[in-house]
């Protein structure tokens, strides 16, 4: 699997997110700068990272999902190339359409940074299936705009599609029912807040978002 992580103003957690992706594949990741306007034809995942792209003025990913290189992501994601948004990744999908519903400040109104539990929801996806359905997993969760909204009509259109991913299961940040990652209509797309790239290896506390990218290499081969 090639993978490339997109890389914009402000992104703080690039590199986490390519360091994960190359102990897990055990290929150099690609770097891609949100000016470019072509991602490799080679490319078989993408990988929109945390961070506060463009400092997060106007709204989180609102300037993001304007850059030149997401016209061509937004493309290739149509065409079903695997894309996930991690944190403020997650947050540029929304605002690009990619995905439904958004963002507001935490319920808190602070900036939240601890280790989660989260539930996973489905292990059918790319994204999942080296998990167990129901399983709780610990990831770090590290926001202060991670309070994603959705009306009662979306909500049940992503529980009955079984388009839910992750749900917290201590809630940190006011999210609607409890939800901490979701898909697109064909789960090829997946928007997820907490960050599996920072619990991959044991250093790290625990290991349990190395599954999240060994899913990723067992379906994409």
Known sequence: MKAAVVVFPASNCDRDAATALEYVTGRKTTMLWHRDSEVPRDIDLIVLPGGFSYGDYLRCGAMAAQSPIMKTVVERAKAGTPVAGICNGFQILAECGLLPGGFLRNAGLKFVNKPTPIKVETSQSIFTNKYE???????????GEGNYFADDETVKMLEGEGRIA???????????????????????????????????????????????????VSAVK
């Not at 359905?133 to 926001?143: K, S, Y």
């Not at 940190?172 to 928007?191: C, H, M, Q, R, Y």
């Open 133 to 143: 359905a129901g399983e709780i997993v610990h990831f770090q969760v590290a926001n």
């Open 166 to 216: 992750f749900r917290y299961q201590a809630n940190p940040n006011g999210s609607t029912a409890d939800i901490a990652g979701i898909f697109n209509e064909t789960k090829s797309v997946l928007g997820i807040m907490p960050h599996p790239e920072r619990n991959v290896e044991p250093i790290h506390g625990n290991t349990d978002g190395r599954r999240f990218f060994e899913s990723l």
